[in-house]
């Protein structure tokens, strides 16, 4: 667990860099300076083996939940299993109950350790909206609300623009940072070569975009359902492929096509999402509630 604040203090400390030299900027040169910057960084990390390992994978990674073998020889997990499945398990022979019990347990293991991470990973979430809240509700909150809103008058009032810049991009990455760590924590591998800008740029810009970005819990649904629609986009395609199929005679050129590039509709489902928001919802799901400052 470690490696989840080491990784904040790092983005932390990457963001203090990059906002000395970027935000000066304003708007779309800022957006240009920061994406230009970032993958300076991410191919100087991929490229020098001698700083961190370039394209090598990670692995071996420690986990801050038990192992599906440990659990299935904890005694307390079988006991719970054969409970809850005794009124199938007593009709089998022993022979037959120690293999069922088996599978049961193999599958009980994984679905405590899933739950487990779930668990763990909710408490963070609910720790990070509670704290974000709370300073979102406090004078220092409604200081950043008034800089967002109207810099110039902010300004007047004696506010330092630039510091508070700066402070807001270095506690941002900073909880980007921990996100980051949690990640390669339950994935248990680090693979330089998935992290793509399509994927955790772009994706978490709809999921905000979507959620409401000016509320922290419409964020939050906004990821939950476009993390959803991202993973069942596939399946989807699918199953609109098959559709056209049973209209449209077997072999048609066009329907190949279009099975052949099944896998870039989740990139038509994500643009037309974020677009119908925009257009008919563009403070989001759930947009941000009017404060008085």
């Known amino acids: 667990m470690l490696s989840w604040i080491v990784g904040g203090l790092a983005a932390a ?10 935000l000066s900027l304003r708007s779309d040169y800022l957006a240009i300076a920061t994406l230009g910057i970032s993958e300076i960084i991410i191919y100087v990390i991929k490229n020098e083996d001698w ?3 370039g394209l090598k994978n990670v692995y071996g990674l420690q986990r801050p939940v038990p192992y599906e073998v440990d659990m299935q020889k904890s005694e307390w997990l079988q006991n719970i299993v054969a409970w809850i499945h005794k009124s199938e398990l007593q009709f089998l022979s022993q022979s037959e109950q120690i293999d069922k019990l088996g599978d049961y347990v193999r599958e009980a293991s994984v ?11 909710l408490v963070i979430l609910v720790a990070f909206i509670v704290l974000s809240n709370l ?42 940072g921990i996100a980051g760590a949690l990640l390669v924590t339950y994935d248990g591998i680090f693979i330089p070569t998935a992290y793509q800008p399509l994927r955790f740029t772009f994706l978490i810009w709809v999921m905000v975009i979507v959620g ?24 989807i395609g699918l199953w609109v492929v098959e559709m056209l199929g049973n209209y449209v ?12 590039r099944v896998h870039y509709l989740r990139l038509i489902f994500m643009g037309s999402i974020m677009l119908l928001i925009m257009r008919f919802s563009p403070g989001g799901i759930l947009p941000e509630k009017n404060k008085e400052l």
């Open 212 to 235: 409401g970005s000016g509320n922290n819990l419409g964020s939050v649904l906004g990821a939950f359902i476009m993390w959803f629609i991202w993973i069942q986009s596939g399946p």
């Open 135 to 176: 300073a979102l509700n406090s004078p220092w909150g409604r200081k950043v609300r008034a800089i967002r809103d109207n810099e110039v008058a902010a300004s007047a009032m004696g506010k330092n623009i630039t510091r508070q810049h700066l402070q807001i991009f270095v506690i941002g990455s900073a909880i980007v």
């Open 111 to 121: 679905v405590f350790v899933k739950l487990s991470y779930s668990g763990l990973f």
């Open 51 to 53: 700083f961190v390992r």
């Open 13 to 22: 400390g990457a963001a203090w860099w990059i906002g000395k030299i970027t």
């Open 249 to 260: 005679q077997e072999g048609n050129t066009s329907l190949e096509f279009i099975e052949d």
